[in-house]
T-cell receptor
Framework: NAGVMQNPRHLVRRRGQEARLRCSPM?????VYWYRQLPEEGLKFMVYLQKENIIDESGMPKERFSAEFPKEGPSILRIQQVVRGDSAAYFC?????????????FGSGTQLSVL | QKEVEQDPGPLSVPEGAIVSLNCTYS??????FMWYRQYSRKGPELLMY????GNKEDGRFTAQVDKSSKYISLFIRDSQPSDSATYLC?????????FGAGTRLTVKP
């Protein structure tokens, strides 16, 4: 029973390139959340998705950032034209669904470094 | 003022000590209160989960929620070096979950 799988673990990009972060939720989980974490700071909510739907993207910058969770395949967080300030750890979490959304299971994260 | 306040520490204690970790919050709509443990270079893992006020005990860990004071605590008894990690409080209303900044704990042998 694999947990939440994120890849890659480490991603290095130069300024202006695109970053794609992948997340496969736990088996049976249909809700995916993306968080960003900077050193000495808590987890900052970015976006909440269910299969093929974005439920809440209030924490995601309106420019350069997008997320999807297709019917088949992993959830993708996409950052276009990365800047140094995008360097952070990005965590994906999944939950079983309604009534269980407070119990999040996290992946090991993707550490994005922008040169 | 942040919605969730948590002292980032660092906190260093000797093995066997009782550890007290705390968070305060401002949103009275929060109903679900969680503590997550995060080891270095890992994702957070759910440690304790409490609904509304009261205490919950699980082995060496006790979570307390005082909604009247908007204050939550996590106590670790007989702390072990393996407890060394960052502990994040989290709380949720019907929609939004908010995390504290995390307290870094080191338990020295």
């Amino acid at each position: 029973n694999a947990g939440v799988m994120q890849n890659p673990r480490h991603l290095v990009r130069r300024r202006g390139q695109e970053a794609r972060l992948r997340c496969s939720p736990m088996k049976g989980h249909s809700h995916v959340y993306w968080y960003r974490q900077l050193p000495e700071e808590g987890l900052k909510f970015m976006v909440y998705l269910q299969k093929e739907n974005i439920i809440d993207e209030s924490g995601m910058p309106k420019e350069r950032f997008s997320a999807e969770f297709p019917k088949e395949g992993p959830s993708i967080l996409r950052i276009q034209q990365v800047v140094r300030g995008d360097s952070a750890a990005y965590f994906c979490a999944s939950s079983p669904g309604q009534g269980q959304a407070e119990k999040l299971f996290f992946g090991s994260g993707t550490q994005l470094s922008v040169l | 003022q942040k919605e969730v306040e948590q002292d980032p520490g660092p906190l260093s204690v000797p093995e066997g000590a009782i550890v007290s970790l705390n968070c305060t919050y401002s949103n009275s709509a929060f109903q679900y209160f969680m503590w997550y443990r995060q080891y270095s270079r890992k994702g957070p893992e759910l440690l304790m989960y409490t609904y509304s006020s009261g205490n919950k005990e699980d082995g060496r860990f006790t979570a307390q929620v005082d909604k009247s004071s908007k204050y939550i605590s996590l106590f670790i008894r007989d702390s072990q070096p393996s407890d060394s990690a960052t502990y994040l409080c989290a709380m949720k209303d019907n929609n939004d979950m908010r995390f504290g900044a995390g307290t870094r704990l080191t338990v020295k042998p």
